[in-house]
């Protein structure tokens, strides 16, 4: 077990606590930075996407994480970063590094003022309300043609920089992303520290005292919404880029519901979660793929397999593991960091104090 | 003395129910003011009145010789008044540290573009926070239960946090609803010590409901008795426990 001796509040201040937070987080960024020289190029690709997938889940995190308003429309916001990336560079002659924040904060603008209305909404209204979100902008994207090229889809033009080309398969384009992603968690790390990201939580946990903590529960719920989306749509920028070629059949409904599926599975409340999550979503795919071949026929060319075995996860995870990985990981941390006086009750949702008068 | 709030006929109807009925009271500087009432005679719908979570029907409310009564509800901890609840409402997932720096929220001036980038502004602003946070929490001996979470925590505990929290926001007014309520013997008259130092030592005004009339007689400079969402006597602890209205009410003699 670990004693940290506090003697100044920048130790409850910074993002690594002690030194143990320097190994671990030291060594997974090695890893991530040498995955080059021992993953191919097909893995390195699925990487880059995985981290497209994960600064969405970031943005998503925010959101129903940490602020507990659900959203099953963040794919529309992801779409409209990406196409908003490829119009950007159709449309102008700017590097892809400055269109890249130009379209977050584009998207981030856009769900600023849909969270004006939509965010009066509650619970299963609100759900609803951002699912129509999906579904309109699927429309919007076949039909306005002369700006998405409609069916037709739209080429993103390749990401370059001084006149160096980046191959979206590769290595090189796989460092951009990463350092995307670390960009994007110093900032959502950044925001969680401060008074915005504590009132998210406040706002999460008890309206009525949030409130009276002199919490503007309104503004607070459309910023959540906001930088959600700004950040959700960076990561659609970026996957823009991943992809090429964009259509608007990539960023339906089914999409929303995997980015709920990933922080989900990946554990609620946490950054790590959203990043754990999408490492899961995609690299599934493949690991069913090299599963099929070692299955009876019977059952590896059964039609709804993929799907099949993603709702089968995302139900054991609600049933067994509401905090997804990133709690299992917490637990099994504790577990080891206070043997042997660990004590199951200590993440069990406590229903004990009975809550009347729930205000809203 | 001063009055630090005062309600004037205070009125509110939900549909055909008259939950308080024009009530008037003020609470001056360094007192301690206690409604007491059976349950639902409307104690706990003029905290949320003088909170902003309801709209009066009437009546007007004035707190420092401002008028609140149209004040928006996430404005009253800024000017001044914090509250506890009759049911605790923490933030449970989150731990005591991070529970009473939201009690600062009120007081946090920087804007979430700054808070993104973490300015060294929004730096110093934390120390500042914090420093507040740490002097509440010597006052009121939370040094163990910091970094614990709140779902750990025991009732007992829970309810001094929840003081905690609304001492952070460095009120002129403090409204505890039920303080001694689900606390043992010894927890209550912890409270009753910690009322005192609060009103003694932080010079902070306190309206309080609360049912356990020993802490009540203890603390109390003036009470209130409320039934069916009148007031039926004001006056000390003694004068107001022995009015014929109030043993009428409570005990339907």
């Known amino acids: 077990m670990r004693f940290v001796f506090k003697t100044g509040y920048d130790q409850d201040i910074r993002f690594f606590k002690h030194t143990g937070y320097w190994q671990s987080y030291g060594f997974l960024f090695l890893t991530a930075v040498t995955a080059p020289l021992y993953l191919g190029n097909f893995e390195i690709s699925e990487l880059t996407q995985a981290i497209s997938f994960a600064i969405a889940g970031l943005g998503l995190m925010l959101l129903v994480g940490f602020t507990g308003q659900v959203s099953l429309g963040h794919a529309a916001f992801f779409g409209i970063g990406a196409y908003a990336q490829a119009w950007l560079l159709a449309s102008f002659d700017i590097s892809f590094l400055v269109a890249m924040p130009i379209a977050a904060v584009f998207t981030g603008i856009i769900g600023f003022l849909l969270a004006i209305p939509l965010l009066r909404m509650t619970g299963i209204y609100l759900a609803i309300g951002t699912l129509a979100l999906s579904i309109v902008l699927e429309q919007i994207l076949k039909s306005w043609k002369s700006v998405t090229g409609g069916f037709d889809g739209m080429a993103v033009e390749p990401a370059s920089l001084l006149g160096y080309q980046f191959n979206p398969d590769s290595w090189d384009f796989y460092y951009v992303a990463l350092a995307i992603l670390i960009l994007v968690l110093a900032l959502c790390a950044n925001l969680l520290r401060s008074p915005t990201g504590r009132a998210m939580v406040a706002v999460r946990d008890s309206e009525v005292s949030a409130r009276s903590m002199g919490v503007n529960i309104a503004r607070t719920k459309i910023t959540a919404f906001g930088i959600s989306t700004a950040i959700t749509g960076l990561g659609g920028a970026l996957f823009a880029h991943k992809l090429q070629y964009l259509a608007p059949d990539g960023f339906n409904l089914i999409i929303s519901i995997t980015f709920l599926l990933m922080i989900v599975v990946g554990g609620l409340g946490s950054l790590q979660g959203a990043i754990l999550g999408a490492l899961v979503v995609i690299l599934l795919p493949q690991a069913i793929t090299i599963m099929k071949d070692y299955l009876p026929p019977s059952i590896g060319h059964q039609p709804g397999l993929e799907p099949g075995i993603f709702g089968l996860l995302l139900v054991a995870f609600i049933l067994f593991e509401p905090m997804g990985i990133y709690g299992r990981w917490r637990k099994i941390k504790l577990f080891f960091d206070i043997f042997p006086v660990y004590r199951k009750a200590t993440f069990r949702r406590q229903k004990a104090y009975l809550k009347t008068e729930r205000m809203r | ?253």
Not at chain 2, 150 to 160: E, F, Q, S, T
């Open chain 2, 1 to 253: 003395m001063s009055a630090v709030l005062s309600a004037d006929d205070l009125t509110i109807r939900f549909g055909g129910l008259t939950a308080v009925d024009s009530v008037s009271f003020e609470v001056r500087e360094r007192e301690v003011y206690t409604i007491v009432g059976p349950n639902g005679a409307g104690k706990t719908t003029i905290f949320n009145l003088i909170s902003r979570i309801y709209d009066p029907t009437e009546g007007r409310i004035r707190f420092g010789g401002a008028d609140i009564t149209e004040t928006p509800a996430h404005r009253i901890a800024g000017l001044g008044i914090a509250r506890t609840f009759q049911n605790i409402e923490l933030f449970e997932h989150a731990t005591v540290l991070h529970n009473l720096l939201v009690g600062r929220h009120c007081k946090s001036r920087t804007n979430v573009f700054e808070e993104l980038a973490f300015l060294p502004k929004v730096r110093r602003a934390e120390y500042a926070h914090r420093e507040k946070v740490e002097e509440v929490i010597d006052f009121l001996d939370l040094q163990p239960y910091r970094e614990q979470y709140i779902a750990n925590l025991p009732y007992g505990v829970r309810k001094v946090v929840e003081l905690a929290r609304a001492l952070c926001t460095e009120p002129k007014l403090l409204l505890l609803d039920e303080p001694a309520s689900g606390l043992s013997v010894e927890e209550t008259e912890n409270v009753a010590f910690w009322i005192d130092d609060i009103k003694n030592d932080l010079g902070i005004a306190i309206l309080m409901v609360e049912h356990d009339m020993s802490l009540v007689t203890e603390v109390s400079d003036r009470v209130m008795a409320m039934n069916d969402g009148k007031t039926i006597a004001e006056g000390t602890s003694d004068e107001v426990q022995n009015h014929p209205d109030v043993l009428r009410a409570y005990l339907g003699a």
